[in-house]
């Protein structure tokens, strides 16, 4: 590690009134990081954006000391930092305008922010039922499908740490966006999600340790919650939140945005059905939706193939249960019954050993479903 260019790269964001954006202007006009504190006022001032007050703030070296402290707190608790120049730093970043000049990563491994398949997923804070059962059905299926991929969110309440454990659940890489440093944890009750993310995943922000703790920090970090992923699904919103920013702000990136409908009247699908209605999000109600809209179901054909062509043997009454449920993808219990004419406590019997051989899942209101791939 170099401290002494790390402490530059780390500095530069830590400027007074200079962005992502004007960061990098002055990074390409001095010709690179160091170089912009070895400007002069008035040198300085010949850069379109950079004003007096600007220049002043930047020829004041105190943002360095400042810097090389925050060099020492990133080494000593193995924090990574990745340089918007660095070949490793976050690809999809790379085309945002105002991803950030660092990000800083804590993570157990090597963690490759650059993996082929990554979504966001974003919500309300107050997640109802639904919320919970779309958003870990969604994701359990496209784990369940073949799709290695990467869950990304903000590790707020409700949606956001939902989508984390779903991920933690199923053994796939998530990453919580901070927006904060990473010398602190909010919420903290979330402390020990966020240690199995470490360990699975990584937490990452472009903030310092000693931040100012302020509820526009978390809508900042919504661009980069936006901009590591190809896609944002939001699964529940009221209509205004952090979640419709982000929306908003993955749009202005060209990606993929996706909701979940709601009913009409439900307080926290209001912001959805409006991201449908007004064309700005692709509606989504299944794993299979997702795949459609990415162009991923071709990709895993053999996957879905190689399962399909599994089954293993069963009993006549387990073949007639589980054919109702084919038929439609997902049946209740009651109409299994009468399709069957068997009674329930036989059915109930059965489906438990469909479930036992990961044939069929059970889902809120005793409504059971093929599992993926079947």
């Not at 190689?306 to 249960?321: A, I, N």
Request: contains cysteine; glycine residues 8%.
């Amino acid at each position: 590690m170099n401290h002494e260019l790390l402490a530059y790269q780390i500095g530069i964001g830590m400027i007074p009134r200079i962005g992502s954006i004007n960061a990098k202007r002055l990074i390409a006009y001095c010709g690179g990081v160091e170089a912009v504190f070895k400007q002069s006022e008035k040198a300085l001032m010949q850069i379109p954006g950079i004003g007096l007050v600007t220049a002043r703030g930047i020829a004041n070296q105190d943002v360095l000391d400042r810097a090389k402290r925050e060099v020492e707190f990133i080494e000593k608790h193995g924090i990574k930092a990745y340089f918007y120049l660095d070949s490793d730093y976050p690809s999809r970043l790379k085309n945002c305008e105002d991803g950030p000049i660092v990000l800083f990563s804590k993570s157990r491994t090597n963690f490759d922010f650059n993996q082929q398949k990554i979504i966001s997923i974003v919500g309300t804070r107050s997640i109802t039922d639904y919320g919970i059962d779309m958003c870990n059905s969604i994701i359990e299926d496209l784990v369940n499908r073949g799709h290695g991929l990467i869950v990304v969110s903000g590790l707020a309440y409700g949606v956001d740490v939902c989508a984390h454990k779903a991920a933690l659940r199923h053994g796939i890489p998530t990453v919580g966006v901070l927006g904060h440093g990473l010398d602190i944890m909010y919420p903290s009750v979330h402390r020990r999600v966020a240690k199995e993310m470490v360990e699975q995943g990584a937490l990452v922000t472009d903030f310092p340790s000693e931040s100012n703790f302020d509820r526009k920090n978390f809508i900042k970090r919504n661009r980069i919650i936006a901009g590591l992923s190809d896609a944002t699904l939001v699964v529940e919103s009221a209509e205004s939140g952090g979640s419709l920013i982000t929306a908003d702000i993955a749009q202005s990136y060209n990606r993929e945005v996706f909701a979940i409908p709601g009913l009409a009247k439900s307080k926290y699908s209001k912001g959805c059905n409006l991201l449908i209605k007004t064309n700005k999000a692709a509606l989504v109600e299944s794993a299979q939706d997702v795949e459609f809209q990415l162009g991923w179901e071709t990709a895993n054909s053999s996957f879905s193939q190689q399962q399909l062509s599994f089954v293993p043997d069963l009993t006549p009454d387990e073949q007639k249960v589980y054919n109702v449920i084919k038929e439609f993808g997902q049946e209740v219990i009651d109409v299994i019954c009468f399709k069957t004419n068997m009674p329930v406590a036989k059915v109930s019997s059965i489906l438990l050993n469909l479930e036992f051989a990961g044939l069929v899942n059970c889902r809120p209101g005793k409504v059971f479903t093929l599992a993926r791939g079947r």
